[in-house]
């Protein structure tokens, strides 16, 4: 089965920096990486999920203006492996994180709904 596996989360403080990945398995997922719109959403308690990054086939990027300038994706299609490098982390950006992948090559319409493929989340706390 389509797995997406997310991992490096955890407490930092303030200004501090962390690395999430994300590997792809299964069929679809690790034979078509390379083909499909790779985004992290986050999600913090009594709020929504929301994009952060998403990164398309050709490796554009696209950054929620939260994080703009400070998180940076990419990925690795060889390792079929999908990177979030966080850097001046504050409080705000406490939340579950999420990798997620929609078979579109193209990352219009960034929102939850589109995506099909999910990891599990990683958690990343940052103290102030």
């Known amino acids: 089965q389509a797995q997406l596996v997310e991992s490096g989360g955890g407490s930092v403080q303030a200004g501090g920096s962390l690395r999430l990945s994300c590997t792809a398995s299964?069929?679809?997922?690790?034979?078509?990486?390379?083909?499909?719109?790779m985004a992290w959403f986050r999600q913090a308690p009594g709020k929504e999920r929301e994009g952060v990054a998403d990164?398309?086939?050709?490796?554009?990027?696209t950054y929620a203006d939260s994080v703009k300038g400070r998180f940076t994706i990419s990925k690795d299609n060889a390792k079929n492996t999908l990177y979030l490098h966080m850097n001046d982390l504050k409080f705000e950006d406490t939340a579950m994180y999420y990798c997620?992948?929609?078979?579109?090559?193209?990352?219009?319409?960034?929102?939850?709904?589109?995506?099909?493929?999910w990891g599990q989340g990683t958690q990343v706390t940052v103290s102030s």
């Open positions: 997620a992948a929609r078979t579109d090559p193209y990352c219009q319409f960034f929102r939850p709904s589109w995506y099909s493929f």
């Open positions: 299964g069929y679809m997922l690790s034979n078509y990486f390379s083909s499909y719109c």
């Open positions: 990164i398309d086939e050709n490796g554009s990027t």
